[in-house]
């Protein structure tokens, strides 16, 4: 049986900025530039999201010359949902602004 948890500052900042960008793809680097947030950190939450159903994936089809296909990400249909309801809850709108207090009225859901 899966536990159910708040989600992170930085998943519940990773999912507001997504659902912000509607059906715009993005990439991991320009996700970690603009919430700063670390790749390692980043990362697992994003390939979490994306167990879940939260988001949709798929590899760049055409890279510039001389760099590597990055993987680009969007919410889901069930994304765009669970984002809506986390910022109908009053959370933080970004990882820095959460403090300890910030915490307890977070939109809770099954993430573990």
């Known amino acids: 049986m899966a536990r159910t948890r708040r989600p992170s500052p930085q998943t519940i900042a990773v ?13 991991g680097y320009d996700l970690c ?15 979490r999201l994306n ?28 994304g765009a949902v669970i984002a809506r309801e986390t910022e109908a809850s009053g959370a933080p709108q970004t990882a820095r602004e959460v403090t300890p207090s910030s915490r307890v009225g977070a939109a809770g859901w099954a993430i573990a």
Do not use: N, Q, V
């Open 15 to 27: 999912l507001l900025d997504l659902a912000e960008r509607g059906d715009e793809w993005s990439h």
């Open 33 to 47: 530039g603009r919430l700063d947030i670390a790749a390692g950190t980043l990362y697992p939450i994003l390939m």
């Open 51 to 78: 167990e879940r159903g939260l988001l949709e994936a798929m590899w760049e089809s055409d890279p510039p010359r001389g760099r590597p296909a990055r993987h680009l990400y969007r919410l889901s249909p069930e």
